[in-house]
Nanobody
């Protein structure tokens, strides 16, 4: 059993930065890869970033490359998503998720556990 709680979302202006946090608990966390996804109304869930079990390998979706950074602190059981240069098109509900593997994945169907999400709204 794994439980995830996202936080850090809010309303910001274009060009601002925001850091999302995901606090995890459960037996499998320290042995699992983590990912961030987002979903806007009327759109499919979109891959944002993923990080391997020990944080040594990271992956980013095209929309996140060059602007977002994913990291994890296993001592605190927390994964982060640092978002810089935010744009209105980044507006979405952001979810963190657990994949039961050393490696992350681009595909939401491969993740076993999900948080409730935190809303990010970017105004122009």
């Amino acid at each position: 059993q794994v439980q995830l709680v996202e936080s850090g979302g809010g309303l910001v202006q274009a060009g601002d930065s925001l850091r999302l946090s995901c606090a995890a608990s459960g037996r499998t966390y320290s042995s699992a890869a983590m990912g961030w996804f987002r979903q806007a109304p009327g759109k499919e869930r979109e891959f944002v970033a993923a990080i391997s079990r020990n944080g040594g390998t990271t992956y980013f979706g095209d929309s996140a490359k060059g602007r977002f950074t994913i990291s994890r602190d296993n001592a605190k059981n927390t994964v982060y998503l640092q978002m810089n240069s935010l744009k209105p098109e980044d507006t979405a509900l952001y979810y963190c998720a657990v994949r039961n593997s050393i490696w992350g994945s681009y595909y939401p169907d491969e993740y076993a556990y999900w948080g409730q999400g935190t809303q990010v709204t970017v105004s122009s």
